[in-house]
Each structure stands twice: as C-alpha cells, then as structure tokens.
C-alpha cells in the first residue's frame, strides 16, 4: 500500500518536471528567433551606423558615406499618416461590432470583410492604391502610401478593439448605465477606457506590422533618394531604401542594408514602447 | 430624502417569457421593503423595472405604470433621468476596473458633467462616509485601483457610487450574496442607517437579511405577487398558504 503510494508520487513528480520542462522550452522556441535576429543585425549592421547614418541622405553610387536619415523621416509620415487612418476607423469598427451591431446581419459583413482584408497580400493592396490613388493623380505620393499602410492597419486595430470590448463584462456597462450615463458616454468613457490596455495593445501590433511593410509602398510611396516631407510627393521609408541597397551590387550599400534593418526594428520597439509609457499613465490596473 | 414607489399592473417581458405579471405594489418612503421569493420568481426583473434597466435587454418589453414620487417614469422621463433618481447596487461588485477608488465614486457626477473639484470632493468624502469605507481607503483614494479592493470593500464601493448621484431611492439587487458572513453583517448596518435618508428596495435569497433590515416584505412567486405586507406578519403570521411554505422552507 505503501509502496504504491510513493510510486505515485514519483509518477506524479515526474509529471510535473515533464509539463514545466515542456513550458520552458516552448518559451524559448518562442523568444529565440526574434533575440537571433536582434543579435545577428547588431552584429552586420551596428559597425556601419554612425552619427552620419541618422542625419544625411543617401550619397550618389560611388561615393561613400551617406545615410537613412530622409527615410527614417519618411517611415515616421508614413506610419503617422498611416495610424491617423488606421487607428480611429479600426477603433470605431471595433466599437460598432462589440458595442452596437452585435448578431446584426451588418455586423457580420463588417467582420468578414475585415478578416477578408486582413488576408490581402500587402503586395495587393499596394496595386490597389497605386491604381485608385496614384494612377488618377499621375504621381507616386507619401499620401497614396500612407493610405496603403493606413488600410492594411484597419482590420488587426478592429478585429482587437472587438475582442477587447467582448472581454469586459457586461456589469461594468450596467453599473455605468445605472448611474444614469447615457449610453454613447458608457460606451466611450466606461467600456473602452477600461478596455483600452488592450485596445492599445492591437493598434502598436497593427503598428509594429506595417512598419516593415515593403511590397505596399513600392507603387505609392515609391522611394525617394533626396529629402522631402511634402505628402504629394514620392517619399523615403527605411523598408524601400533597405530592399534597394539589399538588391544592390555594392558591398557598402549591403553594409548600410543592415544598419537600416537595425534601425528600423530599433525604432519599432522604442516607438511601442514609447506609446505603452505614456497610454498606460492614468489607467489604474486591478488587483486581478 | 427618499420617496414611495407606486406600481400599478406592471408586466414584464424577456422575449415571450411574461416574468411579471400584473404586480400592484405601494413601497414606502424611506423605508427598507425586502423582495423574497425562489430563483427566477421575478425579483430582480422587478427591480430592474423600476429603474428602466430592464429595457437595456433589446428582448424585454415593459407594461404598466410605475411612480416614483411623482414622477411617471414610463411617461414622463427618459430612462438616463430616472437612473440619475434611482440608484443600483448589483449582485457582483463591479467597479470600474480601471479607475482609482476616487473616481468610481465621482463617477456617476464626472460623467453627467459636474467640474467643481471642491464639492467633487466633499460629495467622495460624504459617499464613502456613509457606505462605511472612508476610514478603510481615506489615505489611498487615488492611488489604489477600485478593483484593488477585497469583494466587501468593493460593495461598499459601489454603493457609495451609487450614493454620490444623490439618489431618492436604492435598488439592491441581492447585495451581499456573493459576500462573505463579515461583509454581509457590514452592509445590513449600512441599509439600516441609509433608510432613513433613502428609500431602499432589496432583493434577498436569505429571509433571515429580510427579517433584519426591512420593515415591509413582498413574496414574489412565478412572476407574481403572492404577498405583500410588514416583515414581522409575512415571517409570523402570512395569509397566503404558498408564503408559509416557503418561509418555513417546504420549497424554493
């Protein structure tokens, strides 16, 4: 009786180790890629950045030296305009799906067409803007590639803006409501204030994914090897001038390829980070 | 101060489920009238009504008239007014998760556009003082989190949310069942002293909470209203057979 207790145990123990073990190692499966990655950019591309790399522009085949620094600008309009557009209609989308069209027939296309959206190869959306925006104006543009991103941003902000809503429970609207709060102000100043860490969440991944977004911006924003800020005009991103020194024959070009890389997932993750510090001010956290 | 309630043949509906029928109803002023009867009997829809919290269900459908001093609120108001008159207090704590104990408490005022932070203030200070929980969260009141609280300080909380609207009546809706023995004694104190500046309703599971803090009783049965008279009659003496056999607990 004994004996078959302490056997057991031991089953049980071992178990256990196993299950944790198991965990352990997902989380590292997990976690490597992206620290490989990390470290194997610093490694090719931190010897080429130089205070040069940040405020010149790119120099002429040939000459050496040079920088991002129009196309760092450039990804910050892009990704700004993008955000403008991306983030309130996937919010207002996600508000209407969890908050008012909920089981509606409508709700359900909007739904479907944001997961059919969020299935567009960017390479697609790229075309499409290129002929609904750029074709008509007759000129690449920062707006026609700020759209693009915008539009791709869209579904992941809605989609994630939804779930979140779903997540808070319903007592928390029935004790805004029972205090006499009309339901648009719950709605907005209840329901999503206490979903917002969520919400924030979402649009920095919807973020994060289209800062490295290539295939979009080569018919809209189209690249652009001088300085320029004008939003009707071809404009710079880090991801166009990487692809365009990757593919080049040049050894330096190759070197600056890599520094971009760091760069741009450098200002990615200071840019999310940035947005998380300063959303997560006034927002308490629970015990829970 | 608080005012009586009239209900006069009010029916209610979830979908095609008549949960309430034909309820006739005089609720004092300033008074505790408790609300018992077996799960699903109609209680809490009963409460829900007389808020017009029913009707956020897009299934439920309302008849009937119910007054609250002398206001018609099925006729005269629009849902958002009454609330602002006739305060809830729900089953399951729920504070709003992501504010500071302060400002669940303005909340109610916040929202409905009052600015002046001094009165804000005092009408914070008043609220948690007579819920009971100022001298247990006075020197946190914006630092901690509302659901930071234990699940009775929580109540509390939420009722001194519902008291900062200044209402004339409370609803509560079975307020200490999810409460521990410690926290339920502390909230029967607090109805106790809030009567007399209130008009409270509460829905209960536990008789004994009835016959402790309510001078009126209501036995509500399938939908109905078998019996409704003084605490001490409904616990000694009721007239209806159905009442004596739940109270003595033959069903329910």
């Known amino acids: ?288 | 101060m608080g005012v009586g309630i009239e209900v006069t043949t009010l029916n209610a509906w979830y979908g095609s489920n008549h949960t309430l029928q034909d309820i006739n109803l005089h609720i004092p002023a300033n008074h505790a009238t408790a609300l018992i009867g077996p799960s699903g009997c109609g209680k809490s829809t009963f409460v829900r009504c007389l808020n017009r919290m029913h009707e956020t269900n897009p299934i439920a459908r309302v008849t009937g008239s119910v007054r609250i001093g002398d206001l018609d609120i099925y006729a005269d108001a629009k849902p958002v007014e009454i609330r602002r008159r006739v305060g809830m207090v729900f089953q399951r704590p729920n504070p709003f998760p992501t504010m500071s104990i302060y400002d669940n408490v303005a909340a109610g005022l916040k929202l409905n556009g009052f600015r002046n932070r001094s009165a804000l203030d005092e009408i914070v200070e008043r609220s948690l003082k007579n819920s009971a929980l100022w001298d247990e969260v006075k020197d946190d009141l914006k630092k901690k989190s509302g659901a930071s609280l234990s699940g009775g300080q929580q109540q509390r909380l939420c009722i001194a949310r519902a008291l900062a609207v200044d209402p004339e009546v409370l609803l509560m809706d079975e307020p200490a069942s999810a409460l521990d023995p410690v926290s339920t004694s502390k909230i029967e104190d607090l109805i106790f002293q809030l009567k007399s500046q209130y008009t409270i309703v509460i829905v209960t599971h536990n008789m004994q909470q009835a016959a402790r803090v309510a001078e009126k009783t209501g036995f509500f049965l399938n939908g109905r209203m078998v019996e409704f008279d003084s605490t001490h009659k409904i616990f000694t003496n009721p007239s209806d057979k159905r009442t004596e056999d739940y109270i003595t607990g033959r069903f329910g």
């Not at chain 1, 522009?57 to 892009?78: F, Q, T, Y």
């Not at chain 1, 479907?112 to 074709?135: E, H, K, Q, R």
């Not at chain 1, 690449?140 to 915008?150: E, K, R």
């Open chain 1, 1 to 288: 009786m004994r004996n078959e207790h302490k056997l057991r145990a031991k089953i049980r123990a071992l178990t256990d180790g196993t299950a944790t073990g198991l965990a352990i190692l997902s989380t590292v499966l997990v976690v490597a890629p992206l620290v490989a990655i990390f470290i194997y950019l610093i490694y090719r591309g931190a010897s080429s950045l130089s205070l040069d790399f940040f405020i010149k522009i790119p120099k002429p085949v040939g000459e050496s030296g040079g920088g991002m620094a129009n196309a760092i600008l450039g990804s910050g309009i892009l990704l700004g305009l993008g955000s403008l557009i991306g983030v309130p209609i996937g919010i207002a989308g996600g508000v209407f799906l969890s908050e008012y069209g909920r089981g509606s027939a409508l709700a359900n296309a909007v739904r479907f067409t944001a997961d059919v959206l969020n299935g567009v190869p960017s390479i697609v959306m790229g075309i499409a803007i290129y002929s609904l925006i750029a074709v008509p104006q007759m000129h690449f543009s920062a707006f026609s590639g700020g759209v693009a991103l915008g539009i791709m941003m869209i579904p992941t902000v809605c989609r994630t803006t939804e779930e979140m809503l779903l997540m808070v429970p319903n007592s928390v609207r029935e004790a805004a409501l029972a205090l006499g709060v009309p339901n648009w102000l719950s709605v907005l100043a209840i329901t999503v204030k206490t979903a917002s860490p969520g919400i924030i969440t979402g649009c920095m991944l919807a973020f994060a994914r289209v800062a490295g977004e290539t295939a979009p911006l080569i018919f809209t924003a189209f690249g652009n090897v001088g300085w320029s800020a004008r939003l009707n005009e071809p404009i710079a991103a880090l991801p166009l001038q990487i692809y365009v020194y990757a593919i080049s024959p040049y050894d330096e070009w190759h070197r600056l390829a890599w520094a971009g890389a760091l760069v741009l997932i450098v200002l990615i993750v200071l840019a999310v980070s940035l947005v998380r510090y300063v959303t997560s001010r006034g927002v308490m956290k629970g015990a829970s």
